[in-house]
Nanobody, 126 residues
Framework: QLQASGGGLVQPGGSLRLSCAAS????????IGWFRQAPGKEREGVAC????????YYKDSVKGRFTISRDSAENRVYLQMNSLKPEDTAVYYC?????????????????????WGQGTLVTVSS
């Protein structure tokens, strides 16, 4: 089971760091993706990190602002979000595929993932 946390209310231009933790399995062995769903919109992929951490992928609209990373000692994956914009407002989810030791799906297809966290709300507003 995955648990996303770290969301909250932030002003435009501000920063937040989201965290994805796991219970019952080791995140270190899995590629981890971050997705988000804004009100009235479909869920979309934001970032992904391969199981080794060597490869990362980003949605074009967040490149240069968001950074995905993993802390093997903590068994967590982070999404550092800087220069936040109102359009980043959404519920953010972390997800893992069913297969260990894999790369990401660079098309951010939801069907690639089996395990999903419950989501954490990020609101960017003044």
């Amino acid at each position: 089971q995955l648990q996303a946390s770290g969301g909250g209310l932030v002003q435009p231009g501000g920063s937040l760091r989201l965290s994805c933790a796991a219970s019952g399995f080791t995140l270190n062995y899995y590629a981890i993706g971050w997705f988000r769903q804004a009100p009235g919109k479909e869920r979309e992929g934001v970032a992904c990190i391969s199981s080794s951490g060597a490869r990362t992928y980003y949605k074009d609209s967040v490149k240069g602002r968001f950074t995905i990373s993993r802390d093997s000692a903590e068994n967590r994956v982070y999404l550092q979000m800087n220069s936040l914009k109102p359009e980043d407002t959404a519920v953010y989810y972390c997800a893992a595929p069913p297969t260990m030791l894999s790369d990401c799906d660079d098309e951010f297809r939801e069907t690639f993932y089996t395990y999903w966290g419950q989501g954490t709300l990020v609101t960017v507003s003044s």
